[in-house]
């Protein structure tokens, strides 16, 4: 097709892909087009603005290492990760909230057995009791439930990010028992800046957002029969809740750290509802 005006590019586009034999990428495919094409038409980029989308785009790539991905960040804190996990998995007040991944879960965390403290160092900070039960939304417990945790530390830093931390600290996977029933130590950490030293910071920056992210725990919690969750758990008193810069935490994930009478431990419930469906690991950000 030629061209004899800007207006006939996106159907030349959309005709030149129309053979595409898989129908979803043809589907979506036809709407990046759409909606890109749209976008550069509202906006009017110049050359150099045009350019700097471009470097931008590169650097994402470059930027993304063994310790972090540049590429997730990028979507996290443009709302996007977020938006795909609600629509994927709407809000429906049974089945628990979904969060996103965030860029620093790993595979193959540690075995741990009911009760171990997924702390491998001596580390400062509240100790935390983490304890609940995983069930369908009928109410009836899913027995040998796998319960993958990660964190960062009380001073806000994941173990791939801190020379000071051993390998996998902080991270491990738990069993279920045969009531669903679920538990471990911690320490409670701390929010957090998203890595800043690349693309997404100078952005961040440029944009006059803050970088951090209020305190949780990430879980992904599955089991044959049942849709993969992952989620995030949020203390209630964090100060920076509503304006996490990944637009990340839902109501119903925020939760109450209570002490425990007559020791030292805080203690943070959480209770996971899986719906029936497909177990699908996603792919590791990090190694």
């Known amino acids: 097709m030629i061209i004899d005006h800007q207006a006939d590019l996106t159907l030349a586009v959309e005709l ?3 053979r595409t034999p898989d129908p979803r990428l043809r589907e979506v495919m036809a709407a990046l087009v759409r909606h890109a094409h749209a976008f550069v038409r509202e906006v009017r980029p110049t050359d150099e603005e045009f350019e700097r989308g471009i470097d931008f785009l590169i650097g994402i790539g470059q930027a993304t290492d063994e310790k972090k991905n540049e590429v997730v960040l990028a979507a996290d804190v443009l709302g996007i990760s977020s938006l795909v996990g609600l629509l994927n998995k709407p809000l429906d007040g049974v089945r628990t909230a979904p ?6 879960w790993r595979r193959n965390a540690p075995e741990c057995a009911p009760g171990d403290s997924i702390v491998r160092c001596a580390v400062e900070g509240e100790r935390l009791l983490v304890r609940g039960s995983v069930r369908d939304p009928a109410g009836r417990p899913i027995a040998e439930a796998r319960i993958d945790v ?4 009380p001073v806000g830093l994941y ?4 020379d000071g931390q051993p390998e996998m600290n902080l991270r491990g996977l738990f069993t279920a028992d045969a009531a669903g029933a679920y538990h471990f130590e911690t320490v409670r950490p701390a929010g957090y800046p998203v890595p800043t030293d690349g693309p997404v910071g100078d952005l961040l ?3 006059r957002r803050h970088p951090y992210r209020p305190a949780h725990i990430h879980f992904m919690v599955t089991a044959p029969g049942h849709a993969t969750l992952v989620t995030q758990i949020f203390a209630d008193e964090q100060d920076r809740l509503e304006t996490d810069v990944t637009f990340g935490v839902l109501e119903p994930l925020v939760a109450r750290f209570e002490p425990k009478e007559g020791g030292n431990l805080q203690v943070l419930r959480c209770d996971f509802v899986l719906e029936a469906g497909e177990t699908r690991i996603p792919k590791a950000p990090i190694p």
Request: glycine share 4%.
């Open 205 to 207: 920056r440029a944009q």
């Open 159 to 162: 173990e791939n990010q801190d």
């Open 16 to 18: 030149a892909m129309a």
């Open 99 to 104: 969060a996103l991944l965030g860029p620093f």
């Open 150 to 153: 990660w964190q960062a530390s």
